[in-house]
Every structure is written in structure tokens, then in C-alpha cells.
T-cell receptor
Framework: ETGVTQTPRHLVMGMTNKKSLKCEQH?????MYWYKQSAKKPLELMFV???????ENNSVPSRFSPECPNSSHLFLHLHTLQPEDSALYLC??????????????FGPGTRLLVL | AQKITQTQPGMFVQEKEAVTLDCTYD???????LFWYKQPSSGEMIFLIY??????QNATEGRYSLNFQKARKSANLVISASQLGDSAMYFC?????????????FGTGTRLTVIP
């Protein structure tokens, strides 16, 4: 079983839709992350949760709403998105204990297209 | 300023040859970690190798090694004996600071193509 799973793998939505991305980690980690990957731009960190508490929110528009009900699950709720939000959304997890050696393990991503 | 710079948008290498992917970083921290990830077309970011700023020896993991030159702030990835399955995007990343779930700063990546 892969360490970090994401569903759905592909999503097409209209600007007025509401949808959710799901991430699940099976690694016993304490920290989870949402990243956005757009073409020809570095990965952008969106949200960080540590022990189910949000510890970082990098000025992400309110149309993106994260939820972390427990240390194994992370959601990204989407509503009234814009076409420029089309991107690959990657979830990652890490132990939260390793300091500088902290390695993040990524899921396969959700490719989102907003029409 | 960019914290991670990868100057090679694309690289080609002959199968079974070695290739070096460049990465330079910018930080004023004394303690930091450097990471390389591989991203195949499927999208998943696969962790390859880690180098700590205080590590005296260059990191190695199988066919991957890291040419760490601290004074030059470079952390180049060397892939030996390239295989067709090595064709992918490669990202260099850095963590600053020592505790907690800190940010990883990523470069823009290098697309490696292995030629049969």
C-alpha cells in the first residue's frame, strides 16, 4: 500500500461548483501539507497541519479551505474557483519529529481543471 | 530572491552514462537540509536523497549521489549509469530551521530525458 494516497486523481469542475480533495497517509506521521504545482512555477506551499492544528497558511485565497479531522486525513475544500486555479495539487506528510532531516513524502496528486 | 535555483530547464543523457543536475541555494541559516525529488509524468514526487548542512560527507543512495559544496552553496545531484526510467522532472528543495514541520522551498526543476 502506498504511503500517501490522494483522491480523485483527476477533477474537472466549473467555477460555481464545490468539490473536495482528499489525502490519506498511512505512515503514522504527525504533519500534513497541501502544495499547488502550476506549470513552470516552483511548488507553492498552501497549508501545513501539525498534530491536526493548522500551523501555516501562505496567503491562500479563501476559496480554498483545508480540513484536518485527524492526523491521517487531510481535505481541501474548493468553491467558486477560477481558471487560474487549474494545477496539480499535491499532498505530503512528514513525521514532524526529525528537525532538519524531516523528509516529506508526497501523494500522486490531483490534476484539477477549472472551466 | 529565489531560495533554490535550478538553471537547467532540460537535460539529455545517453543511457548508462552519468549526468549532473545543478542546484544552488540561498540561505543565511547555518543549519539547513537539502533534498532532491523525482517527479515522473504520473505526478508523484519521489524522495531521492538528503544532505544536511553539517554533514561532512556527500550523501549517496544507490545510483544517486549529492555533490555538496557548502562554500559555493551548491548541491548538485549526480545520477550514475542512467536508465530509461530516470526520465522525469527533478526538483531540488531546501528546509531552513531545525524544529517542527517547516517549509520546503523548491526550485523550478530540471527535466531529464534519457536517450536509448
Amino acid at each position: 500500500e502506498t504511503g500517501v494516497t490522494q483522491t480523485p486523481r483527476h477533477l474537472v469542475m466549473g467555477m460555481t461548483n464545490k468539490k473536495s480533495l482528499k489525502c490519506e497517509q498511512h505512515l503514522g506521521h504527525n504533519a500534513m501539507y497541501w502544495y499547488k504545482q502550476s506549470a513552470k512555477k516552483p511548488l507553492e506551499l498552501m497549508f501545513v497541519y501539525s498534530l491536526e492544528e493548522r500551523v501555516e497558511n501562505n496567503s491562500v485565497p479563501s476559496r480554498f479551505s483545508p480540513e484536518c479531522p485527524n492526523s491521517s486525513h487531510l481535505f481541501l475544500h474548493l468553491h467558486t474557483l477560477q481558471p487560474e486555479d487549474s494545477a496539480l495539487y499535491l499532498c505530503a506528510s512528514s513525521s514532524g519529529l526529525a528537525g532538519n532531516r524531516e523528509t516529506q513524502y508526497f501523494g500522486p496528486g490531483t490534476r484539477l481543471l477549472v472551466l | 530572491a529565489q531560495k533554490i535555483t535550478q538553471t537547467q530547464p532540460g537535460m539529455f543523457v545517453q543511457e548508462k552514462e552519468a549526468v549532473t543536475l545543478d542546484c544552488t541555494y540561498d540561505t543565511s541559516d547555518q543549519s539547513y537540509g537539502l533534498f532532491w525529488y523525482k517527479q515522473p509524468s504520473s505526478g508523484e514526487m519521489i524522495f531521492l536523497i538528503y544532505q544536511g548542512s553539517y554533514d561532512e560527507q556527500n550523501a549517496t543512495e544507490g545510483r544517486y549521489s549529492l555533490n555538496f559544496q557548502k562554500a559555493r552553496k551548491s548541491a548538485n545531484l549526480v545520477i550514475s549509469a542512467s536508465q530509461l526510467g530516470d526520465s522525469a522532472m527533478y526538483f531540488c528543495a531546501m528546509r531552513e530551521g531545525q524544529t517542527g514541520a517547516n517549509n520546503l522551498f523548491f526550485g523550478t526543476g530540471t527535466r531529464l530525458t534519457v536517450i536509448p
